[in-house]
């Protein structure tokens, strides 16, 4: 690598931005490479949401040019035996705790390196037992950043630890697939894409949606099709199905959360 060629550093986190936990990781990341670039993709992950990362990660990190460091820490084992990988895929760096935050983007784009991160000369002096992203997450990216080969970071490794999320399922004329995420308008993001949608669409005249106790019919292309209040399905900005309610909230009138299930019934009228 050389030197200063990947300048770019993205961070997610959980941590929310009422306390100094991200500051802190950013005047870590400065203090060692002023030069770098900081973009916080987002630390309003709800608290150690690990499957919720893994598909923000998937949709998320194509937006950002190759060579992109993406920093993660979303970390319920932070302090424990849990490894620290830094993986290399489609061109960018992902430094992540190994504990299933790799899992969509591993399953759909082959790894082209993996590395154990164990080299304490990259750490800071003093390791904290709760902030590893301040005292490792931090300065390995922004040693990385400043041209530090990945091979100095740690020993190669084959593998990432994987989750087993929930994938939609298609059989027939019916879509069967999970709420994934809640966001904080209160939308209802499912985990069923719009590309699998569009090829029921072609086979039928009709979709309807059903969750919960509530059936929907069609799915719109904007928020203003629909009366304000009122429940609605879109397609949100990653090709999502989301539920949603035009200027409200989908997860108080329906009084659902994450990991409940979602059907698209496709029909001729």
């Known amino acids: 690598m050389k030197s200063n060629e990947h300048k770019l550093i993205t961070l997610t ?6 306390d100094d936990y991200v500051g802190l990781m950013k005047g870590v990341i400065h203090s060692i490479n002023p030069n770098a670039r900081v973009i916080d993709l987002t630390h309003y992950i709800p608290p150690q949401d690990v499957e919720w990362t893994a598909h923000m990660l998937y949709y998320s990190f194509g937006y950002f040019p190759e060579g992109t460091i993406h920093v993660v820490v979303v970390d319920p084992g932070v302090g424990s035996s849990r490894p620290i990988k830094l993986v290399r895929l489609e061109g960018h760096y992902f430094l992540t705790p190994d504990n299933g935050v790799m899992t969509k983007l591993a ?54 630890k994987s989750l087993s999320l929930p994938e939609p399922q298609l059989k027939g004329s019916e ?22 949608v569009n090829q029921l669409s072609q ?45 409200g909230s989908a997860a108080k009138v329906l009084n659902v959360r994450k990991g409940e299930q979602i059907k698209v019934m496709a029909f001729e009228t």
Do not use: C, W
């Open 175 to 196: 879509i069967s697939g999970h709420i994934i995420h809640v966001d904080r308008f209160g939308n209802l993001i499912t985990n069923i894409e719009q590309q699998m």
């Open 203 to 247: 086979s039928y005249s009709e979709l309807s949606i059903h969750l919960s106790n509530s059936s929907l019919s069609g799915i719109k292309n904007s928020y203003t099709e629909t009366g304000e209040g009122n429940l609605m399905a879109i397609f949100g900005s990653k090709g999502l199905l989301e539920i949603s309610v035009n200027k």
């Open 13 to 18: 986190t959980d941590f929310g931005i009422e």
């Open 107 to 160: 399953a759909h784009y082959r790894p082209q390196e993996i590395r154990t991160i164990t080299n304490r000369e990259y750490f800071l002096a003093d390791i904290s037992n709760t902030f590893h992203g301040r005292d490792i997450f931090a300065p390995v990216a922004a040693h990385l950043s400043n041209g530090v080969s990945p091979k100095k970071l740690g020993e190669a490794s084959r593998e990432v």
